[in-house]
DNA sequence: CTGAAAGCGCTAACAC
DNA sequence: GTGTTAGCGCTTTCAG
């Protein structure tokens, strides 16, 4: 903040002998204010440099303007779409955003958590990290009644706005392409099932297994954390099984790719030999060797939807809650391609 | 905001009987308050919920422990990365981050930066958009005397902290390297002249030719905004010279992989016949076949010592500028590795 | 249509 | 070591 003496309201109205609440309400529009003298004031204003003060103005009002974003990283891509989403609808709706990253750690969420409340954020838009397991901190929230959106990773026991993508239909849309393809045995790399987004994908394509008759194998269904490594590791394990899957679907694009490369390492061609497909169409899943299919999260609309909902919030008060079911979108391209039949379904 | 009446050091100080300024001075550890009337005070306020208002201090303080972050754009991977950088430590440090996006508009710049200003940030991180071509905007922070530190994309004629990356450098070491792998004629596809960044790098290509007695044909500089498209149009037109080039240098990861797709569509062998480098080491330049060759730009550590430099101004007020340049680091990868020789020199 | 006065919650001289 | 007082810059009753 500068030192030397901003000019105020109060400067102004000396300028002009008039009151700084004259001045103050002809800044803000107030329409009882007339015409001219309206004109006038803002022409002074501008002619001593006069910007307002939104740290008193913020004081006054008990509103900070300020809406708080916590994500697990900040240069995922996905991530970072939502955050891009929420400071489009956020700046245009004259609310700052302020940033912070939980590196995925339960303990510096909880720190962050309670800093952005010191901070009085008018609300708080979080995707939780994955090994978060208590909510106290969160339950502070809605207890003194800020608003509070999830995105992505939301938790079930708190009562709130939510905005999730369809991660059931996902999985099941991704396994139905699979099968329509005609690969038979279909593997699965998940998530931490604690984490209801892999949680719903895996029981997504457990339905669609079901739904087309296929026998559902537990031997093909492995769980970790879908790091690079985790990928390749996957793929060791799986291929050694005494009867292999012929398909994987992978819980994320990381791990989709690095089980690519290690299968191809091994002289499997790919999707003829054996088909792959990931989730959440990171940007090198379309420009990679072949490209990987995959399911589309619309990161920055959830982003813009986050952003819409809590500014609701925030200036209605309104007190229902809603989960908003972001549609995905299977983006079928060459690691799962052998050019049968069509879209899925 | 919460609108329940939040507990105040005043409520604090009733329910102890003592002044709200002996309550200021114990929350703020000042050590004329002794350690029991400390302990008491921190307990009551403890079981009375009570959180300090920010906003309160702020104003009375006239400081905001607001940094601000301005980028092009946020889901791009080198910026978030910086974002990210800049975030962890001035979290440290007890700031907190603003981020805004110009979407490499110069008007959504003005915009976003003078509601900077009035925000009352104590410093300013910003990347200036692509074609930002008045810096008032930014010379008002000079004048006023908020901290300004530029980052990747700086003003030369504004004299304030620079944190960059060494791209004349990075442009000469990539050049040299293409030579070093027999490459014969070397093409450039370089980025908006007007930005320090692209200028560098393309005088660090013209340098490296001169110093290895290669002739700098400027038939084989194309200067575009380096979209996807661009890359594609550039491909065009180099190989459709009389004399095309055998190796381009291209100014960023995305037109390098744009031409690059291009040209084996054509039926070029990669790096045989072309060989191919970018700049910026996207996270697809090392995943996509054949991967790209390129020039690590350290984000997140632009981002920390960004935060580092502008908190030391915040603090301390003084006035001296640096620019501080960080290296890049080669990485050859397929794209243009013929097995030739080592690493450049 | 405009002004006077009080106060948002906190801090910092200045007293004692 | 603690209390009194004033004020950061703005908004908002209440009066007129």
Redesign the interface.
């Known amino acids: ?4 003496t ?1 000019p105020t309201i109060h400067d102004i109205a000396r300028e002009l002998n008039i009151s700084a609440s004259t001045v103050s309400r002809a800044l803000n529009n107030n329409p009882r204010i007339s015409l001219k003298t309206k004109e006038k004031i803002k022409a002074v204003a501008d002619s001593m440099g006069y ?6 103005s ?2 006054r009002n ?3 303007n ?1 809406i708080g974003i916590v994500v697990p ?5 996905f991530f ?2 939502v ?2 989403g929420v ?2 609808v956020a ?1 245009k709706a004259g609310y ?6 939980s590196n995925d750690l339960a303990s510096k969420e909880i720190e ?1 958590v309670h ?1 952005m ?4 954020v ?1 609300g708080l838009i979080i995707s939780i990290a994955m090994q978060t397991e208590n909510f106290d901190h969160l339950k502070l929230f809605r207890k ?3 608003p509070l959106v999830f995105f992505d990773r939301a938790v079930p026991e708190i009562e709130t706005d939510k905005i999730v993508v369809d991660d059931f239909d996902g999985g099941f849309r991704v396994t139905q392409h699979l099968i329509n393809q005609g690969y038979k045995r279909i593997g699965h790399l998940a998530g931490p099932q604690n984490l209801r987004t892999y949680f719903d994908r895996k029981n997504g394509y457990i339905e669609a297994l079901k739904q087309n008759g296929v026998f559902y194998d537990e031997s093909l269904v492995l769980v970790n954390t879908l790091t690079s490594e985790d990928g390749t590791l996957a793929a060791q394990q799986l291929m050694s099984l005494q009867n292999p899957p012929d398909a994987i679907f992978c819980g994320n694009d990381t791990t989709a ?1 690095s089980l690519m ?1 290690y299968l191809r390492d091994k002289g499997f061609r790919i999707p003829q030999d054996i088909g792959i497909v990931g989730f959440s169409n990171e ?2 899943s379309k ?3 072949p490209s990987i299919s995959t399911i589309a999260q619309p ?2 609309e959830m982003g813009q939807k986050a952003a819409e909902l809590i500014i609701r919030k925030i200036e209605n ?1 309104e007190r229902t809650y809603q989960t908003i079911v972001l549609p995905t979108e299977l983006i079928i391209r060459e690691s799962s391609d052998r050019g049968k039949s069509g879209q899925s379904q």
């Open positions: 903040m500068n030192k030397n901003e910007r307002p003060n939104t740290l008193a913020n004081l008990k509103k900070s300020r990283l900040i240069n995922r891509h970072s779409s955050i891009s400071e489009d700046y700052n955003v302020v940033i912070s990253q962050i800093s409340f010191t901070n009085r008018d003194k009644h800020i790719l490369i940007p090198f420009v990679v060797s990161g920055f008060q």
